[in-house]
């Protein structure tokens, strides 16, 4: 039965996949008679993502993980973009992105001394990453606040996105100078598909060196826990979602 379950899915992601990559090449031999109507573009940056609660071993803190506490992870994000503009300022945007997400507990190594250029002490880091990285598919409605004449781009948009999970890992890391070696493992029962609520604003300028350029802030909020299980295999929380925050550059051609 899970045999027949997980078949159909791949399938359904195939499907989806290929009919994504037809709707590009349609859209990118269509673009060559239109060039103003579709555009084609790049985009690059940082994420920033947490968890929504604590997971794991971290949920009881006893050792050796009691002086951990919850922090950000940044990571990559970047990928191929595709516009479809409308009228009155409103476009369609689609894109394809890898997506590095997760989140990380740090704790403070002592022993360990770090001075700065001014010779003060800094502090030094042991952290355990939760790495969840995916590939997305996000479709978005915009609207440009700018006219149509002005060279500025004042964009604000809202959309949902399918994620594919393509990489899950954690790993228990420790500063260079510590004789202790990293640890790396398998990070189980994570959703292999999950739908991200996406919001966001572009700020540009058209035709800058024969190119539209634009920073892009985006938020985003996962709809389906992160984990397929509330709880792993030793009866420790991994009810949560994530959030994620991008701010990314993009060019379209």
Do not use: C
Request: net charge positive; hydrophobic share 40%.
């Amino acid at each position: 039965m899970f045999y027949f379950i997980n078949l159909l899915k791949n399938n359904t992601m195939k499907k989806a996949s290929l009919l994504f990559v037809f709707a590009l090449i349609s859209l990118y031999s269509h673009a060559q008679y239109q060039p103003d109507k579709i555009r084609l573009g790049l985009k690059a940056g940082f994420n920033v993502s947490l968890f929504t609660r604590d997971i794991g071993q971290f949920v009881l803190r006893d050792e050796p993980w009691q002086n951990f506490n919850r922090s950000v992870r940044g990571s990559f994000t970047g990928g191929l973009t595709v516009d479809i503009n409308m009228a009155r300022g409103f476009s369609l945007g689609t894109e394809v992105l890898f997506s590095s997400r997760g989140m990380s507990y740090r704790e403070e190594n002592e022993r360990i001394i770090k001075t700065d250029e001014e010779g003060r002490e800094v502090k030094v880091y042991n952290y355990y990453n939760y790495n969840v990285d995916f590939m997305e598919l996000p479709v978005a409605l915009k609207y440009n606040f700018k006219p149509e004449s002005s060279r500025t781009l004042l964009i604000a948009y809202a959309g949902i996105s399918q994620a594919v999970l393509v990489n899950h890992k954690a790993k228990l890391s420790y500063p260079r100078k510590d004789d202790r070696d990293n640890e790396k493992s398998d990070l189980e029962n994570v959703h292999r598909f999950n739908k991200n609520l996406i919001a966001g604003m572009q700020i540009g300028e058209k035709e800058a060196f024969g190119v539209d350029a634009y920073f892009d802030l985006r938020g985003s909020y996962s709809l389906s826990p992160v984990f397929n299980k509330p709880e792993d295999s030793e009866g420790n929380n991994l009810h949560t979602r994530m959030w994620t925050i991008a701010l990314t550059f993009g060019v379209k051609f």
